[in-house]
Every structure is written in C-alpha cells, then in structure tokens.
C-alpha cells in the first residue's frame, strides 16, 4: 500500500501548520488537506505532484489550517469537506475572513459536511472519519492506510489548546483515550502542526496521554 500512497508535507503560515498532500501513484487521485496559508506554495506542490485533487479536507476550522481554503478551490475546482460542526468557522463574512489575527479571503461555502464515520476516497485508497471533538467542537481526524491525520487533536508530544472558544480539555483528552489510543502502536500519526510520531510513542511518551502532567 504504502509504495502507491504519496504523502507531501508543507509547513504554511505563521503558525506553522502543517498542509498535506496525500494521494495515489497509480490512479493519480489525492485530496489536500489544511491548507493553512502560503497559497502559491500549496498550488507548485500540487502541480509537482501531478495528483488531481478531488476533495479538501479540513481537520477543523481555525484560520490557520483555512486560510488558504479559497485560492487551492479556485485553483484545483476541489471541493471543500468539513466537519458539520465546524462549518460555521468557513462562512462568508465578506471579501476577507479575518480569525486570530489572521486575515484570508473567504473561502466558498463546504460542498461536504462530514459526520463520524463518513468515508474520504481517492483512487483505491479510504480515509475514514473520526469525530474527535476537544480542540473544536468539529474536529476530526483521518484513518486509514496505517495513518492518522490528527489536525489539532494530538501533536507529537503534545495535544491542541483548549484555550480557545468552544474548547474542551476534557473532551480532548476523552477524544484522544478513546477514539486515537485505541489505534495499533504502529500507526503513523501526522499532526497538524510538528513532525510525525506514531501512537505507540504518544501512548510512551505524551505526558497528557499519560496523564502526568
Ligand atoms: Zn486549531
Ligand atoms: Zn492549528
């Protein structure tokens, strides 16, 4: 599986978050997910790539993984998909969003709201949808071919903020008991910001997953 599945990452925006581009060798279907800024340098990926993007999927819905949501649908035709609960986060307000200090032209409305267990498909390949609210009520995560896309859900040693509005710490960290460590240890995890890790080693090592923190 692994030789067919191409996975790029790109580290965008002042936050540095991570956009990735996933798709297929064989068939040439990918979809693009987060694409959190730096706009040009998500379109010459997808063009280098040769993948025809069929679907953008957003982990959630905070500016930094959304911000360059508009110009990657105007320059793919791509499809945006959602969480049902997020969806609120990608709604006109004019020319240009502005969320966290970060202003970004508002991207079209989602032409997919997703729900737990909805399925994201490209070429041969399936990615499946956790529901894992914490972060934001709509976040979720992608499971499939021994990976997980956690967005702001689970990081590399660390989880996402529950600073924000309609965070919940204890929410996050049931999301992540029951919905992520129950995946095998082997599992490649790609966060939403930070370099991968698997779940073995969050389960080792992330002192929130342990709980001694
Ligand atoms: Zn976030
Ligand atoms: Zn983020």
């Not at 693009?32 to 790539?49: K, M, Q």
Request: charged residues 20%; contains cysteine; proline residues 5%.
């Amino acid at each position: 599986m692994d030789d067919n599945l191409i996975i790029t990452r790109l580290v965008v925006g002042s936050l540095s978050a991570n956009c990735y581009i996933v798709g297929e060798a064989a068939s040439g279907e990918g979809i693009v997910i987060d694409p959190g800024g730096n706009a040009a340098t998500i379109r010459e990926a997808i063009a280098a790539s040769g993948l025809d993007i069929g679907t953008i999927v957003l982990t959630h819905g905070h500016s930094d993984h959304i911000a360059a949501l508009h110009d990657i649908q105007e320059a793919t035709g791509a499809g945006a998909a959602i969480h049902i609960e997020d969806a609120d986060f990608l709604e006109g307000r004019g020319a240009y969003s502005s969320q966290f200090g970060i202003s970004y032209p508002t991207p079209r409305p989602p032409d997919r709201l997703l729900r737990e267990g909805d399925e994201i498909c490209f070429g041969d390949t399936t990615l499946t949808v956790l529901h894992t609210p914490g972060h934001t009520p709509g976040s979720i995560c992608l499971r499939g071919e021994g990976r997980v896309f956690t967005g702001d859900t689970l990081f590399r040693r660390g989880i996402g903020t529950t600073l924000m509005p309609g965070s919940s710490r204890r929410v996050l960290l049931e999301s992540i008991r029951r919905r992520l460590m129950t995946l095998p240890d082997a599992t490649i995890v790609h966060p939403g910001h930070g370099r991968e890790t698997t779940i073995g080693a969050e389960r080792r090592d992330n002192p929130y997953v342990r709980g001694d923190w």
